[in-house]
């Protein structure tokens, strides 16, 4: 029996071009957009930006881009919608089916009063660890009271918006018990998709190497996200610089607002091999991948970590703190490894393991159950239930 074709308008307040601080969301957001297109249905996402990101989208009759007031000056696309008095006629004129809506701020509050307008069901899906300590200490303030007085502001928050909503979907299980116990029980776990096929590539790790420079008898440690310091990345170079003696070389591969400090951390370190990429596209992303021994990736703030998931399908191991989202798709011995959360010595003993051990991990079966296919077939199913 064929499903009605649906349209779905998804709400985000992030939709940044990748290469000016896109990150997983935005990822995300496409690679569903894509296959729910794909199966022909109709996809508008709506989100919020000062002219420089209307500029952007202008061409785009699927992406609608309400006028926003610029927050960060060192983010020129990143802008906060603040007339939530009205809607804009065309968010009624696109007559969506379902509203789904990738984060909790203004356009995640502007999806909760469409929905009523127009009487159409509100899924949300919890993409950020909004009250983790980290994320609050780097964007806010690192005052311990004012990081436990905002925290308690952003859970009573969260309690009153996911009300307003249908479904609460939680990335990892990890993200779904911390939003229980705040109180918020209308959530189902279901991990993002990846389109596994775009990250296929006929290179080898030797031919990876060739192309990006870097010499075949290295051996090589990879963190590929964010450059933020929520992503724990301090934790890495300081890895880095414990395992430098042994010849170990470390990339960081990415772009953010904290790249300039991470270069300086590794300056007064004295740490020779490190390389700072800045922003890498799809294709050299999956050659990095590929060139790596290891993908490092020492977040504590994730709600499910997609770049772990991109570096198993392409055959890299990866080491991750244990007691996290990320942890929930490691199987020791396997895929990769835990370490326990912020021990540095045990962060190396990981890594090393994983070095000496490299040809016994095989990750590409345990990434399998994240292809976007099956998760779009689960995601319609919570659309239209």
């Not at 957001?29 to 002219?51: A, Q």
């Not at 776990?189 to 790790?205: A, E, F, H, P």
């Not at 190497?209 to 090589?220: F, P, Q």
């Not at 960081?252 to 790249?259: C, E, H, P, Q, R």
Request: with cysteine; net charge positive.
């Amino acid at each position: 029996m064929n499903m009605k074709k649906l349209v779905v308008a998804i709400y985000t307040d992030y939709f940044q071009p990748m290469r000016y601080n896109g990150g997983g969301l935005e990822v995300y957001i496409e690679t569903i957009k894509r296959e729910l297109e794909r199966r022909g249905h109709k996809v508008f996402v709506v989100t919020s930006g000062p002219k420089k990101l209307e500029d952007y989208y202008n061409n785009r009759k699927d992406i609608i881009v309400l006028h926003g007031f610029r927050v960060y000056k060192l983010n020129p696309y990143f802008g906060l919608y603040l007339d939530l008095l009205d809607i804009d006629k065309r968010l009624i004129e696109m007559k969506p089916d379902v509203i789904h809506i990738q984060s909790v701020y203004t356009m995640g509050l502007l999806g909760i009063k469409v929905s009523k307008f127009l009487n159409v069901p509100v899924i949300a899906t919890n993409h950020t660890f909004n009250t983790s300590y980290a994320s609050i200490a780097s964007y806010v303030s690192k005052n311990k009271l004012v990081v436990k007085s905002i925290q308690s502001m952003l859970i009573n928050y969260l309690r009153w918006f996911y009300k307003r909503t249908k479904v609460v979907i939680s990335p990892s299980l990890f993200i779904k018990r911390e939003l229980n116990s705040y109180g918020i029980h209308n959530v189902s776990v279901l991990y993002d998709g990846v389109d596994l096929s775009k990250l296929k590539t006929n290179k080898s790790m030797a031919e990876a190497r060739r192309i990006l420079g870097i010499s075949k008898n290295d051996k090589v440690i990879l963190y590929l996200s964010r450059v933020s310091a929520e992503k724990n990345i301090s934790l890495f170079i300081r890895a880095a610089k414990g395992l430098e003696k042994d010849g170990v070389k470390s990339i960081v591969a990415g772009s953010g607002k904290d790249l300039e400090k991470y270069k300086e951390l590794s300056r007064d370190l004295g740490l020779k091999n490190i390389k700072f990429t800045g922003f890498v596209d799809d294709d050299k992303k999956k050659l990095y991948y590929k060139a790596a021994d290891v993908f490092c990736f020492p977040s504590e703030f994730e709600t499910q970590g997609l770049v772990a998931i991109e570096a198993m399908a392409v055959g890299t191991p990866v080491v991750a703190p244990k007691g996290t989202a990320q942890a929930e798709i490691i199987k020791s011995g396997i895929n990769g490894e835990t370490f326990k959360k912020g021990d540095l010595a045990d962060f190396i003993n990981k890594i090393n393991k994983v070095l000496e051990n490299r040809g016994k991990y095989r990750t590409k079966q345990a990434v399998k159950e994240f292809d976007v296919r099956k998760h779009v077939s689960k995601l319609l199913k919570i659309y239209t239930s």
